[in-house]
Antibody, heavy 120, light 107 residues
Framework: EVQLVESGGGLIQPGGSLRLSCAAS????????MNWVRQAPGKGLEWVSV???????YYADSVKGRFTISRDNSKNTLYLQMNTLRAEDTAVYYC??????????????WGQGTLVTVSS | DIQMTQSPSTLSASVRDRVTITCRAS??????LAWYQQKPGKAPKILIY???SLESGVPSRFSGSGSGTEFTLTISSLQPDDFATYYC?????????FGQGTKLEIK
């Protein structure tokens, strides 16, 4: 059974830093395209970042230069380092596995989410 | 960036109704589109991928169609468990954008 479990959220002041973790079981973070998606309270879904199996990364413009996606293959864990946090980064952050292939696609496994609140 | 626009934003319907949600892309995305269902406090769940392929385990009352810039999600006969919010997502090019969501409410 595949499980993705996020942790690391909490209340942080504007300008602060936080690192989110996504511990995976039943799926290898190093062999998959792994994503972070966020959802502000009462709002829709926003893609944040992806790390490919080969290590290539992409970011939404809204977080580029402030957030860094990474992984620890030995711990089978995905991370999102968030720096210079702003009030508009307040959201539930989900990690999700992205399927790839000509006959596939979409995010089939999601974690339960971790809430990040940026407020003074 | 590719903009995804869903309509309607809210839809009121009854059990056993047939409903359709539309998603339009600001440029062609071929068939690189997924549909998700989300219930309050839960993570999204994939229903459809590559515009019309039904995810394993998803009831056959859900179907997707379209290509290019216009797509639809149809629920053939609404069940009580289907009242939720639905999102489309393009995965043609980064950033992988979502529609703003369609909230399906009980009439």
């Amino acid at each position: 059974e595949v499980q993705l479990v996020e942790s690391g959220g909490g209340l942080i002041q504007p300008g602060g830093s936080l690192r989110l973790s996504c511990a995976a079981s039943g799926v290898s973070v190093s062999s998959n395209y792994m994503n972070w998606v966020r959802q502000a309270p009462g709002k829709g879904l926003e893609w944040v970042s992806v790390i490919y199996s080969g290590g290539t990364t992409y970011y939404a413009d809204s977080v580029k230069g402030r957030f860094t996606i990474s992984r620890d293959n030995s711990k089978n864990t995905l991370y999102l380092q968030m720096n210079t946090l702003r009030a508009e980064d307040t959201a539930v952050y989900y990690c999700a596995r992205q399927r790839v292939g000509a006959t596939s696609g979409g995010y089939d496994y999601w974690g339960q989410g971790t809430l990040v609140t940026v407020s003074s | 960036d590719i903009q995804m626009t869903q309509s309607p934003s809210t839809l009121s319907a009854s059990v056993r109704d047939r409903v359709t949600i539309t998603c339009r892309a600001s440029q062609s995305i071929s068939s690189w589109l997924a549909w998700y269902q989300q219930k309050p406090g839960k993570a999204p769940k994939i229903l459809i991928y590559k515009a019309s392929s039904l995810e394993s385990g998803v009831p056959s009352r859900f179907s997707g169609s379209g290509s290019g810039t216009e797509f639809t999600l149809t629920i053939s006969s609404l069940q009580p468990d289907d009242f939720a919010t639905y999102y489309c997502q393009q995965y043609n090019s980064y950033p992988y954008t979502f529609g703003q969501g369609t909230k399906l409410e009980i009439k």
